[in-house]
């Protein structure tokens, strides 16, 4: 604890300080820099101990230490913990001041934290064994530390356990350790020490070595520098002498003390060494020394009180005390209105958060809606079978039988049945095994076949690099382009026809061609009937909406081309689509 001479060359000293720091106070609240302030607050304590004012200080340690435990700085919580507790403990407050150091050692690294640990247990232990325990630890530490201001308080401290002891020569040998210390880097706790070992002497009736004591002060250029400190020293030696009782001797300082009073300014020093004098002049009945130094008083009191500069910097203190509160409140209600914006500004995005979840929810759950329409959709399509082809098929079935052929009626009707329960089972998936579809194209074409045996020879072909079991494919695409083929071109030629199916792999795509040798697009739609073009546009209609569908869906590129063949007649069918595997 370094407190520094200039404290005492000027009596106004402390106003200055306090002013310069509210300034910076100021700015720190205007920039909203709370750290400066937490700084500003710590200095204006630091400034108000140093003084002597413990109370004051423990104001401004309580607020700076406040915003400090905000930022969580905990080098400046363990700075401010320990000056809050010395100046609390110096008010006598030993449940908080225990609290701070506690809380400075909680926070502090291992040499601060044995040292705040050890004034913890100095205050709150009831042993004098224990107290000097974590006392002496402290000087040890203190020495190494080179903490002058701390080691001269451990002194002291270790004094007032020789006291309580009745260790007399111990006592007085810390508290002169303790002086010597102080004298040159911290003056306040110096004068403090004094008063302690001038008062040690009194109370044990050595009124040569207290007075001794004090005189050694007077000496010192931290009290001669500063008048008000040594009126003060001259009446504490004054009153030693009336407690000796030579009051001679008291009523010759306590003048000397008085004209230094009247020739600084010290308005209120004077009037307690006015009052002091008469009770002196009282007791040896002299009542003329006594009102004439009451008229004296009297009659300097204007130019006194002109002259009196703690007068005019109390009352800057005040007003500048003032103002920080105004500061503090201000800055109180702009926190508040910046909470009641932020509560305005997180309950606006809270609520835009919420209506935009509310949208994605609706976006998702409509778009799931759709999805399983078209699911829906999608499975009606391929649930569609051409009527058309079930009544010819039955007719079929049933010209077999008019004509006594059960043999060719029962294969097909077996053939027919295969292929409808593969169609049936298989009505429930959007992809299936290539395999599977392979099958079931293989049975349509046998089916389609028996019907038009002098029609069209078919082949189906497929890349081996494919894998039938792993791969997907829709099921029963193909399948309405093969019966174009045959119903809308092959079946109309005189002679026979063909129909090649192949499947090939080509990079990430599989690439199914039909090629037959029908009478093409052109030569079929003239010889349809209404009912047959009406027929093949729901056919086709329904191919091309599964096609839009399934690429809507999963993202697919199926491409469908169909044109005629350049070089001779019938017709080629192109689809290409992405692999799509388990």
């Known amino acids: 604890m370094i407190f520094g001479n200039k404290l005492y060359s000027q009596e106004n000293t402390v106003v200055q300080e306090v002013q310069t720091q509210s300034r910076k106070l100021k700015k720190a609240v205007d920039t909203k820099n709370e750290s400066a302030q937490a700084d500003s607050y710590y200095n204006i304590g630091e400034t108000f101990f140093n003084d002597g004012n413990f109370s004051k200080s423990e104001e401004y340690y309580i607020k700076a230490k406040s915003i400090y435990e905000k930022l969580n700085d905990k080098v400046n919580i363990e700075k401010v913990s320990r000056k809050l507790a010395q100046s609390q403990e110096k008010q006598n407050k030993i449940t908080p001041a225990i609290y701070n150091y506690n809380r400075a050692a909680e926070v502090s690294y291992s040499k601060s934290r044995a040292v705040n640990s050890n004034d913890a247990t100095r205050l709150s232990s009831t042993s004098p064994e224990l107290k000097a325990q974590a006392i002496q630890q402290n000087i040890e530490i203190t020495q190494k530390e080179n903490d002058k201001g701390d080691l001269a308080a451990s002194y002291s401290q270790m004094a007032d356990v020789n006291i309580q002891q009745k260790d007399i020569p111990k006592a007085e040998e810390n508290l002169n350790n303790a002086y010597k210390i102080s004298k040159k880097e911290a003056p306040q706790q110096a004068l403090e020490i004094n008063q ?50 030579d009051a001679g001797e008291a009523i010759s300082l306590l ?82 209105l910046i909470r009641k914006k932020n509560i305005f500004n997180y309950s606006l995005i809270g609520a835009l958060i919420l209506l935009t979840g509310l949208i994605i929810f609706i976006f998702r759950t409509l778009k799931k809606v759709q999805i399983k329409n078209k699911k829906i959709a999608l499975q009606s399509l391929r649930r569609e079978m051409n009527p058309h082809f079930i009544f010819n098929s039955l007719n079929s079935v049933n010209q077999f039988i008019a004509t006594n052929n ?55 072909e497929a890349d081996e690099n494919l894998n039938t079991q792993s791969l997907q494919v829709p099921g029963m ?45 052109e030569e079929s739609k003239k010889q349809k009937t209404q009912h047959q073009k009406t027929r093949e546009g729901r056919g086709m209609k329904n191919t091309l909406e599964r096609i839009a569908l399934l690429n809507d869906l999963y993202n697919q590129d199926i491409q469908c081309k169909i044109t005629d063949k350049k070089n001779g007649a019938g017709v080629f069918v192109e689809i290409s689509y992405k692999f799509v595997n388990k």
């Open 255 to 336: 003048k000397k003390s008085y004209g230094i009073a009247l020739e600084k300014g010290h308005t209120l020093e004077a009037q307690k060494i006015v009052k002091k004098l008469d009770s002196l002049y009282s007791v040896s009945e002299n009542t003329d020394a006594s009102v004439q130094l009451y008229r004296d008083f009297i009659g300097k009191l204007p130019d006194l009180v002109s002259k009196d500069r703690s007068l005019i910097d109390s009352k800057i203190l005040e007003d500048t005390e003032q103002r920080i509160a105004q500061l503090e409140k201000e800055r109180e209600l702009k926190d508040e």
């Open 406 to 460: 059960e043999l060719e009626a029962n294969q097909y009707l077996t053939k027919f049945s295969k292929l409808m329960r593969g169609v049936m089972e298989n009505s429930t998936e959007d992809f299936i095994p290539f395999q599977q579809e392979l099958d079931l194209l293989q049975n349509y074409l046998a089916l389609e076949k028996t019907r038009f045996a002098d029609k069209f020879d078919y082949k189906i």
């Open 196 to 245: 302690k070992l001038t008062d040690f002497y009194v109370e044990n009736k050595n009124f040569d070595k207290a007075i001794d004591t004090k005189k050694k002060v007077l000496k010192e250029d931290f009290v001669k520098e500063n008048s008000q400190k040594e009126v003060e020293q001259i009446q504490e030696l004054a009153d030693i002498y009336i407690k000796k009782n």
């Open 477 to 521: 695409l193909v399948q309405p382009f093969l019966e174009n083929a045959i119903w809308h071109g092959l079946r109309y030629r005189t002679t026979k026809g063909f129909l090649k199916l192949n499947f090939q792999k080509s990079n990430q795509y599989l690439k199914i061609t039909i090629e037959d040798n029908g009478i093409g697009i």
